[in-house]
Structure formats: C-alpha cells, structure tokens
C-alpha cells in the first residue's frame, strides 16, 4: 500500500519526491556521521591508556624534546588509523549526499574543517631515519593505538650517561 502512495506521489509530485528522497539521503548521512563521531569517542578514550614508552634504543638515543615529538606523532598516527575507516565511510556518503541532492552545506563544512586540522598540524621535518623509526614503532602493540601522552611524558628522564643525553626508563 505505502509502495503504492509512494509511486503515486513520484508521479503527481515529482519535486515533492526530491525532497523525501533527499530527506531520506540527509538522514543516511547524518547516521554515518554519528557513527564516524562514536568512533572518534571511542578513540579518544583509548587516549587514557597509560603505559610506559617501550625501551627502544632509537628512541632512548634521542634528545628529550625530539622524543617528545616523536611520541606525539606516534600517537597522532594510531588516532588516524583508529577512526580512518569510519572518516572514510562518512566522506564517501557525504561526497554522495552531495551529488545527489546538490546540497553542499555539509561538504564545506567538512572541507573548512578539514582544512583546520591540516593547517593547525605541526609540519614536522622528519629525517628518513626517523621517519622509519617512527613507523617501525607505530606497528608495536603498545603504540598501535591511541595512548596517554602525559603517561609517556613522565616516563622520559635525563639521564647521566655519555654526554646527559636523555632516555626512557
């Protein structure tokens, strides 16, 4: 029956077919918004993970603001590959919202967005000795996901050794 009354308001309607359709598309797009944002949640409480930095020569060799900078890419990466597949998801439907109902309203909002966290990231000047250290430890376990910086933070000391060239205990 309700096929039916669909139909026949596709035919008598067809602008008013547009907007159900397009009301249809905004709430498709508004629930895989929610669920990108329940997996950024779910991440960001994966940042109270305490745990002490893995003793790593690298990383012990390391001056202590480099191996603050370190660490903070390292957990920088695990929160990207934490919600990348639901970012991914949401941008797809968004893209496709877009097309489909010409309403670009949430896709520059996104792209403003979008740009600001680009802009607002440190651009790091990573050597590629680093660049390989840093993503070696990024496939640790310890490091795989999201994890307290303060932790980390408190766990790196100057030590007395060789020329007082801080490491981690």
Known sequence: MYKLLYIFLIIS??????SINSSSEK??????????ENQIHQCQLLENRKLKP???????????????????ELNNM??????????KDFTYKLLDYTAKTGDKLFLN????????????????ALTEEERQNINRLAKMPKYYYPFNMESVSKCLVIS???EGTPHLN
Not at 13 to 18: D, G
Not at 27 to 36: C, D, F, G, H, P
Not at 54 to 72: A, C, G, H, V, Y
């Open 78 to 87: 695990a929160l990207q590959r934490c919600v990348i597949k639901k970012e």
């Open 27 to 36: 709430m498709q797009l508004l629930k895989v918004k929610q669920e990108y």
């Open 54 to 72: 893995i003793n790593d020569s690298w990383l012990s060799s390391q001056p202590l603001e480099r191996k603050k900078i370190i660490l903070n």
């Open 109 to 124: 909002s996104w792209l403003i967005f979008q740009s600001a966290l680009y802009t607002a990231r440190d651009n790091l």
């Open 160 to 162: 007395k050794w060789g």
């Open 13 to 18: 309607f067809p602008s008013f077919s547009l």
